[in-house]
């Protein structure tokens, strides 16, 4: 009887245990979602009393202290999340950049976004090209309505709505050595090359290695489909990258340069190739459809994914070196097959000799070969 008393005891002593725990966190929840709505009325009322609250009245222009952005209160809230990330002071020294970014499609489009929510204070966005229809796979904010308006362009009108307090200016330009100074002048902070184009390209690296400017250029982004073999690196370590490869070549054959430029790239061996010209007449040719001269008309299968991370990666690249944020970038382990060979030899010396034998070393390939990055499993 008496242990029948002292379970019932118990039974009421958890049941009354859990009662106050279940009142508790009733208690937390209702309290948390009333700071978020208390919260969201500061925000509010923030914004509207500032002439920035929904709709396009977040692009109204607002007297703001350009000298130091983050006394602002609008942009103090908006950026809290880098602040409370950075500091105060390593936050300042993005919201006091000047970024140039060259080339706004699948990659620049991206990093320019980012570098806009990220609070650099000042971009300059260049591109001469138009958003079109089939771009929507891959750009960071074009819409529908949108298709046919240059790129520079669209990327002011909506960048307007999400910081209007950032400084804009979009040139629908072509880069290329006669605008240079134009483009380049000014001291910006740093440069993203995100052009497609050989020539232009490597025009423009040049341009900012004369110049001593910072720069960081995209390689090859279309034909890929794996966004755990994006890297940053210097150009002369990128590899398995055609585009790489042939800015490597003409940096130093036209201007002596070897290296000392930070690339985004992928390992990743293409997956595709540029799909065949297909003209409307037989004797139309590649040339008669360029908008400019030298530019590729062929079209290369593009995962828009991919594009997007490279320019993820790049904004996290250049917001984290404006904040001086050190961090280690991850080595590139290239080792190509002739180093394996080496390893696989040195293998059967070593069976040989403490063994007798090397038959029962065996080497199995992976189905799937990197050019330049074979990773075979030596099994005893």
């Given at each position: 009887?008496?242990?029948?008393?002292?379970?019932?005891?118990?039974?009421?002593?958890?049941?009354?245990?859990?009662?106050?725990?279940?009142?508790?966190?009733?208690?937390?929840?209702?309290?948390?979602?009333?700071?978020?709505?208390?919260?969201?009325?500061?925000?509010?009322?923030?914004?509207?009393?500032?002439?920035?609250?929904?709709?396009?009245?977040?692009?109204?222009?607002?007297?703001?202290?350009?000298?130091?952005?983050?006394?602002?209160?609008?942009?103090?809230?908006?950026?809290?999340?880098?602040?409370?990330?950075?500091?105060?002071?390593?936050?300042?020294?993005?919201?006091?950049?000047?970024?140039?970014?060259i080339g706004l499609g699948g990659v620049g489009?991206?990093?320019?976004?980012?570098?806009?929510?990220?609070?650099?204070?000042?971009?300059?966005?260049?591109?001469?090209?138009?958003?079109?229809?089939?771009?929507?796979?891959?750009?960071?904010?074009?819409?529908?309505?949108?298709?046919?308006?240059?790129?520079?362009?669209?990327?002011?009108?909506?960048?307007?709505?999400?910081?209007?307090?950032?400084?804009?200016?979009?040139?629908?330009?072509?880069?290329?050595?006669?605008?240079?100074?134009?483009?380049?002048?000014?001291?910006?902070?740093?440069?993203?090359?995100?052009?497609?184009?050989?020539?232009?390209?490597?025009?423009?690296?040049?341009?900012?290695?004369?110049?001593?400017?910072?720069?960081?250029?995209?390689?090859?982004?279309?034909?890929?489909?794996?966004?755990?073999?994006?890297?940053v690196a210097d150009l002369s370590e990128s590899?398995?990258?055609?585009?790489?490869?042939?800015?490597?070549?003409?940096?130093?054959?036209?201007?002596?340069?070897?290296?000392?430029?930070?690339?985004?790239?992928?390992?990743?061996?293409?997956?595709?190739?540029?799909?065949?010209?297909?003209?409307?007449?037989?004797?139309?040719?590649?040339?008669?459809?360029?908008?400019?001269?030298?530019?590729?008309?062929?079209?290369?299968?593009?995962?828009?994914?991919?594009?997007?991370?490279?320019?993820?990666?790049?904004?996290s690249y250049v917001v984290t070196q404006l904040?001086?944020?050190?961090?280690?970038?991850?080595?590139?382990?290239?080792?190509?097959?002739?180093?394996?060979?080496?390893?696989?030899?040195?293998?059967?010396?070593?069976?040989?000799?403490?063994?007798?034998?090397?038959?029962?070393?065996?080497?199995?390939?992976?189905?799937?070969?990197?050019?330049?990055?074979?990773?075979?499993?030596?099994?005893?």
């Amino acid at each position: 009887m008496e242990e029948r008393a002292r379970q019932l005891l118990l039974l009421a002593a958890v049941a009354g245990a859990g009662a106050a725990f279940g009142a508790l966190s009733a208690t937390a929840v209702f309290n948390f979602i009333s700071r978020s709505k208390r919260r969201e009325g500061y925000v509010r009322n923030l914004l509207e009393s500032n002439g920035g609250a929904g709709g396009s009245a977040g692009s109204r222009a607002r007297m703001v202290d350009r000298s130091n952005l983050l006394s602002d209160e609008v942009v103090a809230e908006q950026l809290t999340r880098n602040i409370q990330f950075f500091g105060v002071e390593s936050q300042k020294k993005v919201t006091e950049s000047f970024v140039v970014v060259i080339g706004l499609g699948g990659v620049g489009s991206h990093a320019a976004s980012m570098l806009l929510r990220s609070g650099v204070g000042r971009l300059l966005l260049v591109d001469f090209d138009q958003v079109s229809l089939s771009s929507l796979n891959r750009h960071a904010v074009a819409t529908r309505d949108d298709v046919g308006t240059p790129k520079a362009s669209c990327l002011k009108k909506h960048f307007s709505l999400i910081y209007p307090e950032c400084q804009i200016e979009a040139r629908v330009q072509l880069y290329d050595p006669s605008a240079e100074e134009e483009i380049l002048s000014g001291q910006p902070d740093f440069v993203l090359d995100c052009i497609d184009n050989i020539d232009t390209k490597v025009s423009l690296l040049a341009a900012c290695v004369r110049r001593g400017l910072r720069v960081l250029s995209a390689m090859g982004a279309g034909a890929r489909a794996d966004p755990t073999r994006i890297r940053v690196a210097d150009l002369s370590e990128s590899s398995n990258d055609p585009l790489s490869r042939s800015v490597r070549h003409r940096l130093k054959k036209d201007h002596g340069i070897e290296g000392g430029i930070p690339v985004v790239f992928s390992l990743e061996k293409p997956k595709a190739k540029l799909l065949p010209f297909q003209g409307t007449k037989e004797e139309e040719t590649p040339s008669d459809y360029q908008i400019v001269p030298g530019f590729r008309v062929r079209i290369i299968p593009v995962l828009g994914t991919i594009p997007a991370i490279f320019g993820q990666v790049m904004a996290s690249y250049v917001v984290t070196q404006l904040a001086k944020f050190d961090f280690q970038t991850e080595p590139i382990v290239n080792l190509d097959v002739d180093h394996y060979r080496v390893l696989h030899h040195r293998l059967l010396e070593h069976e040989e000799l403490i063994y007798g034998s090397a038959e029962q070393v065996l080497v199995v390939l992976p189905p799937f070969q990197y050019t330049r990055l074979l990773s075979p499993c030596f099994i005893l």
